[in-house]
């Protein structure tokens, strides 16, 4: 068997020492910015490669992230459908409009609320758990040893999580926008007193296709938001049992407020420029 | 640098910035077993990191299979062909956890050789079967290694480590947390494999009783500096306390 000369990866070397300072910020900066770049090209090599274990773990992380999430985006869901149905017609009751909250289940069920809401349930449920796992490998010298080996650990462990919320994200969300809808119709109809052809009617009026486009996009960019940040804040972990914890907080912060920035960016860019979609 | 070494650390002093080591220099012959014996805190461990590249030092230089690596620090790809060339058996074993046994050793061919799944599936049986795991068959294949005892991880994490023919072995306390009978079938193993296969193993470790018999140097790491190297018979006649003691450490004879 032959040894055959090593392939490189873009992003080099992607563990920033941890300091306190001026200096941590910028390196940290950097030290994700090369996370993801690195993610990304192993994202893309994984796809037309079968010879890797890395490959399998895609299936694994999927089951975990993805399947794993089901029972809860699929409630919080539907639940969230019934709430939004109740609170517009609610607010739209005093002024004889309740119908409209029928199109309002449809103007933003796809396009922002069905993809917010599953990025930040999978947020809630997963991100604390891929910092916690990367957190406890850099501790038990698991990606040291995965180094030593001559193997990035982007390539084996970051990648295949974002490849598997990448799929996983969008495809919660479409199912997220079904029950959403679903929500909104048993609110309607059986709450509310509309008829379910009026409900698909004004519905069919309201609902545009470029919505659940723009719900789906954004669902990818949200999942690249929750990998990066969480194995970030795992994979760079200080070399100490408490910071696994700490990691696991502040991942779930940071990834919390960067879905909700890059959300508030998106809408931002199609509030002043309409003509962007 | 001689052509007999298999690995030589020339005055190596590091990690950057908070130095650990200083000035420390070692030769490793091809096929020799030897030893860096030092308490707790001493910077064995360090010192393996930096040998395997996972820090970076301000000066010196380590040569591995005859080729210089700078120990200040060297490209992604200079490390990955350089880690072709050892084997590290890390402390507690660091297996991938996530992983079955089968793919942990699976994991360097994969990367490194041209060899199919089926290829490296089949050599990962062979190197298991060498480090004395087959009598588990393949039910311990499909196993995760989190759920393996200790003595049995260091056994996966051994075929792993010479997966890829290394010239050099690198073990850190390999039987730290084994008991005796364990510890003793691990360096019966290891010295077979070393018959077999040629390589040269160095064990960071803070007592001689594995594979003392087959030790061929002793260095001696005291606060990051190598006080003193020889043979066991040599060091015992050391002037230094330290050295005797711990040479005489329970387990030792």
């Known amino acids: ?159 295949p999580k974002l490849a598997a919320l990448v799929i996983a994200l969008p495809a919660l969300t479409i199912l997220a926008d079904g029950l959403f809808t679903l929500g909104g119709w048993i609110g309607s109809s059986v709450f509310l007193g509309f008829g379910t052809s009026f409900f698909a009617e004004q519905y069919r009026l309201a609902f545009q296709l470029r919505d659940l486009i723009i719900g789906l996009v954004k669902s990818i960019l949200f999942a690249f938001i929750i990998a990066l940040v969480a194995s970030d804040e795992g994979i760079n972990v200080e070399n100490r049992v408490a910071a696994i914890g700490e990691a696991a907080t502040r991942a779930v912060v940071l990834a919390v407020l960067g879905v909700l920035a890059a959300d508030t960016v998106v809408n931002a860019v199609f509030y002043f420029i309409p003509s962007f979609v | 640098m001689t052509d007999d070494l298999a690995l030589e650390v020339q005055h190596l002093t590091g990690p950057t910035g908070a130095p650990v080591l200083f000035d420390v220099s070692m030769s490793v012959p091809y096929g020799r077993t030897c030893v860096v014996l030092g308490p707790i805190h001493s910077g064995k461990t360090v010192l393996l990191r930096h040998i395997v590249g996972l820090e970076a030092g301000s000066s010196g230089t380590i040569v591995v299979d005859g080729e210089d690596f700078d120990a200040r620090g060297e490209s992604e790809v200079v490390l990955r062909r350089m880690r072709t060339r050892l084997g590290v058996v890390f402390q ?37 079967s060498a480090v004395g795991l087959q009598a588990a068959g393949a039910a311990i294949e499909e196993t995760s290694c989190a759920h393996l005892d200790r003595a049995a991880q260091r056994r996966v994490a051994l075929a792993r480590a010479l997966a890829l023919r290394p010239a050099v072995l690198l073990l850190d306390e390999p039987t730290l947390g084994l008991d005796s009978h364990s510890a003793a079938e691990l360096d019966h193993t290891l010295e077979r494999l070393q018959d077999t296969s040629g390589f040269s193993v160095v064990i960071f470790s803070h007592e001689v009783r594995h594979a003392f018999g087959r030790v061929d140097r002793i260095f001696v790491m005291v606060k990051g500096t190598m006080i003193e190297s020889g043979t066991r018979e040599t060091l015992q006649k050391s002037q230094h306390d330290m050295v005797r003691r711990l040479l005489n450490r329970r387990g030792a004879a």
């Open chain 2, 92 to 128: 507690g074993s660091a297996l991938i956890n996530r992983l079955t046994v089968l793919e942990n050793v699976e994991l360097p061919l994969l990367e490194h050789t041209s060899a199919t799944a089926q290829e490296a599936r089949e050599v990962a049986r062979e190197l298991l």
């Open chain 1, 1 to 159: 068997m032959t040894v055959v000369p090593a392939e490189g990866a873009p992003g080099g070397e992607v563990f920033v020492p941890l300091d306190t300072g001026a200096d941590t910020f910028q390196a940290r900066i950097i030290g994700r910015s090369r996370l993801a770049i690195t993610a990304i090209y192993w994202l893309a090599w994984l796809l037309f490669s079968r010879r890797t274990v890395a490959g399998t773990s895609i299936q694994r992380e999927l089951e975990a992230l993805g399947i794993g999430a089901l029972r809860l985006v699929m409630s919080s869901a539907l639940l969230l459908g019934l709430i939004a149905i109740f609170q517009v017609a609610y607010q739209l009751k005093g002024y004889g409009a309740e119908a409209l909250s029928i199109s309002a289940i449809a103007w933003f069920g796809a396009r922002e609320l069905a993809p917010v809401a599953v990025a930040l349930l999978v947020v809630a449920r997963s991100a604390a758990s891929i910092a916690g796992e990367l957190a406890s490998m850099r501790t038990n010298a698991e990606i040291d040893a995965l180094r030593a080996m001559g193997l990035d650990p982007v390539k084996y462990l970051v990648a």
